[in-house]
């Protein structure tokens, strides 16, 4: 294959993807897979960006990026990497939270209404105070009837996935759950609703 060719796949891929991934390591992303488009966008987009400043910086190091010798591509491929880490670990994540918090400051002037691109149950997670760390699980259908209790263990970050951990509870009304609930502070509570598997999760921060 020629060697331009591996090249250029690289450099429009692998740049971007990167980037991604340190973005929804940090949770500043969730396109899923719903959205092929947007995610496709975002990482042309990463990549043009990764490349740009990885070409300046070259320029700034006196590296020749048209200059196929074995050591000029090493040469290249650290500063791109170094640059694409530089970009996806600092910059982008400052910008992106610096844009949300003016956003959400604009919202707040302007009264309209907030919203949050996170999957509910993960931000539910990611929001529970810091001087409370555990969370209380009251799973229950729609006809009120409890489908299991106890502590969240791991939970997923793409999808409304949660694993149950310490001691399982088949017993516990609906009633004594909201009782709980009504008796929980505002911010150390949450009701988690999901109408595709038709369920309500009760969620009590301790």
Same mark, same amino acid.
């Given at each position: ?71 000029? +591509? &090493?040469?290249?491929?650290? @500063?791109?990497?170094?640059?694409? *880490?530089? #970009? ?5 994540? !400052?910008? /992106? +939270? &610096?844009?949300?918090?003016? @956003?959400?400051?604009?919202?707040? *002037?302007? #009264? ?5 691109? !996170?999957? /509910? +149950? ?85």
């Amino acid at each position: 294959m020629d060697l331009k060719l591996i090249l250029s796949i690289v450099a429009t891929s692998v740049p971007g993807f990167t980037s991604y991934w340190f973005l929804s390591q940090f949770r500043l992303f969730d396109i899923g897979d719903d959205n092929k488009d947007e995610k496709v966008i975002l990482l042309s987009s990463l990549s043009v960006l990764n490349i740009f400043f990885g070409y300046l910086a070259c320029g700034v190091f006196g590296v020749e990026v048209l200059k196929f010798t074995n050591i000029n +591509l &090493i040469c290249i491929f650290l @500063i791109s990497m170094g640059v694409t *880490l530089l #970009m996806s670990m600092i910059v982008y994540p !400052s910008l /992106i +939270l &610096i844009s949300k918090k003016t @956003i959400k400051k604009l919202k707040e *002037l302007f #009264m309209l209404p907030t919203d949050n691109n !996170s999957k /509910i +149950l993960d931000n539910i997670m990611m929001n529970r105070p810091k001087d409370k760390y555990d969370t209380q699980a009251y799973i229950f259908d729609f006809d009120n009837h409890l489908i299991i209790e106890g502590g969240i263990g791991f939970i997923s970050h793409r999808f409304p996935q949660l694993s149950i951990r310490n001691e399982i509870d088949i017993s516990t009304t609906y009633e004594q759950a909201i009782k709980v609930y009504q008796t929980t502070d505002n911010l150390s509570r949450e009701i988690f609703i999901d109408y595709d598997k038709k369920i309500k999760v009760i969620l009590i921060h301790y």
